[in-house]
């Protein structure tokens, strides 16, 4: 009897022991997976800024990447400010013209290309009405003396005749004749190289084409 007292005296001890292990061991199944949970957020947080900041930091390269070239140009002549103006390259001699304020009534645009490409450092000169048409009478009275003269005199030639010249275009031929109007008559032709966009091997393909009387 007292064996069996004590068998069953030790079953409950084993039984209490048990419990309290259970008990004070015992895991909160949702405790933990919403701590799980958690870092997986935290991490899911971290990955997304990181994400962020490289995008951001593309977007930066590729401002910096695409950011436009900026340009110095003078234009005179018939437009409303005639100045140096700082502007993207790629533009044309239209958005100049808008930048200097826009023409006078009195600009001749027979012999400008509005939609010309801008060259860097280069003198654009939009010429007045009837400011053609009395160059070209001068030079037509002297290509009557002599007629068997096929060269275009750079004193006297319109930005039309500049332009027929391989190589120039209407932007160099503005610029040689706002050259021209700003320091006088050319004394030699070597003096063209003095003109932005004109260099040595341009003036070689031309130098047979034109004169100085």
């Known amino acids: 009897m007292k064996e069996n007292y004590k068998g069953i005296v ?25 701590e799980h949970d958690k870092k997986i957020e935290s991490i899911a947080t971290k990955v997304r800024e990181i994400k962020d900041e490289s995008s951001a930091t593309s977007e930066e390269i590729n401002l910096l990447n695409h950011e436009p070239i900026e340009i110095y140009i003078h234009i005179d002549g018939e437009v409303q400010m005639p100045d ?14 808008k930048m200097a304020g826009g023409l006078t009534d009195n600009a001749d645009l027979t012999t400008i290309n509005l939609a010309e490409k801008i060259s860097p450092n280069t003198k654009i000169f ?15 009275f002297e290509e009557n003396i002599d007629s068997k003269d096929s060269r275009i005199n750079i004193n006297t030639a319109t930005v039309a005749e500049f332009d027929s010249l391989p190589g120039i275009g209407a932007v160099r ?35 047979d084409l034109i004169k100085i009387k």
């Open 10 to 34: 030790l079953f409950l001890l084993l039984i209490t022991f048990a419990t309290m292990f259970i008990f004070y061991n015992k895991i909160d199944p949702e405790v933990v997976f919403t």
């Open 84 to 97: 140096v103006y700082k502007i993207e390259e790629g533009k044309i001699i239209d958005d100049l013209i």
């Open 126 to 140: 939009i010429p007045k009405k009837g400011e053609n048409l009395a160059v070209e009478a001068n030079h037509m």
């Open 173 to 207: 031929a503005s610029a040689i004749i706002a050259y021209r109007q700003e320091f006088g008559s050319f004394n030699d032709i070597q003096e063209l190289t003095n003109i932005s966009g004109i260099g040595d091997a341009t003036l070689s393909n031309i130098k």
